[in-house]
């Protein structure tokens, strides 16, 4: 039997404002521990919390970017609940008058568009971690994230596989990093995702039984979860049993999803509206200030470079998926790379260094790309050369003449000491240029590549070419 | 630290109205740290005191009057009645039918806020925690059952109860929404009186330890919780003593904001009755005045 998975999705996103949602200490992340923390966001007893006003304003930002209404009336409420990484003993959040509500967005996956609904985007604190001491035998908190503010996005039921939900957690990431909303740095903790899924028969009009998944780190990991339970679930249907209503975490380490409660341990988190907290009144005026503070969005800048750079779809998507890509590659042609040569080494070399060293920033300015661009374009070093210098760039900025100076790469475009080594290539391969005599051009290229072979790469194999016909009387 | 955030309200206890009123113009006011608190102008209170009440106009809600007020208090508020007249201020009977719900609200609210806030009381961090328990859950449980008294945790229960699943419509929302019925039943009575004349409360001060049911302690404060449920500035002034030299207190309601008439009218009603510098002749309190200290 075929079956649909029916995925919701609830994202929390860090804010990058400066400061905490209810008191001014630092957001910055690596701090030593407890050293970004006052007593309001360590829960003493006698303070107030007072709104971050950008926290609010970050979150309509995101609001407008994933089409949703903004509240013009909104109020935090305590979610209760008993963990020692939660100093007051209740976080606030917001529980019935969500900041912003009714939204979708736009994605592709497996070769389709597909609009996937956001229920709302809400605001709420984050919680202090805990840090096990298996030396000692204790575990200690480290306050410095309790206070920091987040927007939680959750989605309509409308996700059907792992595929759209991977496209869907890109399209977010990108979204809060153009607006500026959260810096998405996955390592650092600042977007973590939650998975609610359920299968059913296809065709069936009722939904299964939905788990939730906690724990997901990367969406690398939100595509394993996803692969595991639903074939868990399928498992389970198809065995004639049934789906436990429960909260998973889950191991991406050994890719299996472990209970950590049920149904009957569900909490009751006594939510009520935050009484040391006046509501949030939104007015128009302000909704529109944010909506002309708003950034192109990637969208709009996929097609402005497919029509205005002639970039083909597929680049275009790729690049803007990214900000940091996208200013980058704006800036590389700004200072004169042709677009498609720019854009082709952005998503060729460069982002494949970029993973494999796992950076997210480019470490050396367009400027760089432009030049090594231009010495391939002027002849100077081959396109396999400027995959050195791109990867020695990589290690620090340095002049790319310089390095393909340093390096030996530089092309030898010097008609009279390459006919020396064309001529030796003829004397060494008369076999090869009968068949070049006789029209064969594979043996052209070969001869080509024996001379570059000779010249350790150097020769300029344009001007190689052309020697040989020349002295074939081709 | 609060105890029910969105009722408590601090204000000056003084011995005079002019002390009250200087206090009042130092503390009032916007406070950064604290967004509940009103961005509003102050009033220059004192330099109003003693521009006199006459033309105002008071209003005496009936029910404060009925069910269970101690006679000589009720006497008190009625005195008060003549000499706010005497002032040259109208005064007539009114009726607040639903502020007898208040003290429901009141409990219901009041309790759910301080369950919430009092749960940073965990032994976590600060504070009590128990000396022997075995995992995280019981050192909870030690902690808040040793570290609270009696009607404390009388009060978190009732509010974790007010809040739950199942029960936080029929309770904690059914509260909020009895308040705007309050809360709009005063304002309706603001747009013909200035300020209302209530008793302080409806006996004067019982023994310690003398009421041992927690409903009955509750009780005591039914005339003085309908202000904090409807969020309006009230005042309560010396009016006499009792047969047994026990202390009677009056009050005056007004609208938001309107902190100023109350002070004026607290400071004509005691330049004519006095009873700021009274005390209570406490040899003559019948069957002796047991004075107890609490052991701490």
Partial sequence: MDYETIIGLEIHAELSTESKIFCSCSTEFGADVNTHTCPVCTGMPGVLPVLNKKAVEYAIMAGLAMNCNITRYGKQDRKNYFYPDLPKGYQISQYDLPICYGGYMEIEADGQQKKIGITRIHIEEDAGKLIHDDFLGVSLVDYNRAGV?????????????????????????????????????????????????????????????????????????????????????????????????????????????????????????????????????????????????????????????????????????????????????????????????????????????????????????????????????????????????????????????????????????????????????????????????????????????????????????????????????? | MAFASSLDQIGPLA???????????????????????????????????????????????????????????????LDAVKVYEDLGAACEECSLPLVEYALYAYYLISSAEASSNLARYDGVKYGFRADNF??????????????????VKRRIMLGTFALSSGYYDAYYKRSRLVSGLISDEFSARFSKYDALLTPTTPTTAFRFGEKADPISMYMGDVCTVAVNIAGLPAISIPAGFDGAGKPIGIQLIADRFEEEKLLRLAYSYEKVAGFENARPELSDVKGGLQWTTRQS
């Fill in chain 2, 134 to 151: 075995g995992d995280l859950r019981d050192m909870y449980l030690k902690t808040r059952s040793q570290g609270f008294g009696e009607e």
């Fill in chain 1, 149 to 474: 503010p987040l927007i939680e996005i959750v989605t309509e039921p409308d996700v059907r596989s792992a595929g759209e939900a991977k496209a869907f957690l890109e399209k977010v990431k990108s979204i809060l990093e153009y607006t500026g909303v959260s810096d998405c740095k996955m390592q650092e903790g600042s977007l973590r995702c939650d998975i609610n899924l359920s299968v059913r028969p296809m065709g069936q009009k009722e939904l299964g039984t939905r788990t939730e998944i906690k724990n997901i780190n990367s969406f690398s990991a939100a595509v394993r979860a996803i692969e595991f339970e639903r074939s868990r679930q399928i498992g389970l249907i198809s065995a004639g049993k049934e789906v436990a209503l429960a909260t998973l975490r889950w191991d991406d380490e050994n890719g299996i999803g472990y209970e950590m409660r049920s149904k009957e341990e569900a909490h009751d988190y006594r939510y009520f509206p935050e009484p040391d907290l006046a509501p949030v009144v939104i007015d128009d005026g302000w909704i529109e200030k944010i909506k002309n503070s708003l950034p192109e969005l990637p969208d709009a800048r996929k097609e402005r470079y497919v029509s205005d750079f002639g970039l083909p779809e597929y680049d275009a998507a790729f690049i803007t998926a990214s900000r940091k890509l996208a200013d980058y590659f704006e800036k590389a042609v700004e200072l004169g790379a042709p677009p498609k040569i720019a854009s082709n080494w952005i998503m060729g070399d460069i982002s494949r260094l970029l993973k494999d060293r796992g950076l997210e920033d480019i470490p050396f300015a367009p400027e760089y790309l432009v030049k090594t661009t231009d010495l391939i374009e002027k002849g100077v070093v081959s396109t396999t050369a400027a995959k050195r210098i791109v990867a020695e760039l990589f290690d620090g900025e340095k002049d790319p003449e310089q390095i393909a100076k340093e390096a030996g790469l530089i092309q030898v475009s010097d008609e009279s000491e390459l006919a020396l080594l064309v001529k030796q290539v003829i004397d060494e391969n008369p076999k090869a240029v009968a068949e070049v005599r006789a029209g064969k051009e594979k043996a052209m290229g070969f001869l080509i590549g024996q001379a570059m072979r000779v010249s350790k790469g150097s020769a300029n194999p344009r001007i190689i070419s052309r020697l040989v016909r020349k002295m074939l009387g081709l």
């Fill in chain 2, 15 to 77: 011995k005079t109205v002019e002390d009250c009123a200087l206090i009042l113009k130092h503390i009032a006011g916007h406070d950064e740290m604290d967004s509940t608190s009103a961005n509003a102008e102050i009033p220059n209170y004192t330099a109003a005191l003693g521009r006199g009440i006459a033309g105002m106009r008071i209003g005496v809600p009936k029910q404060y009057l009925e069910n269970g007020i101690q006679p000589e208090i009720k006497k008190a508020v």
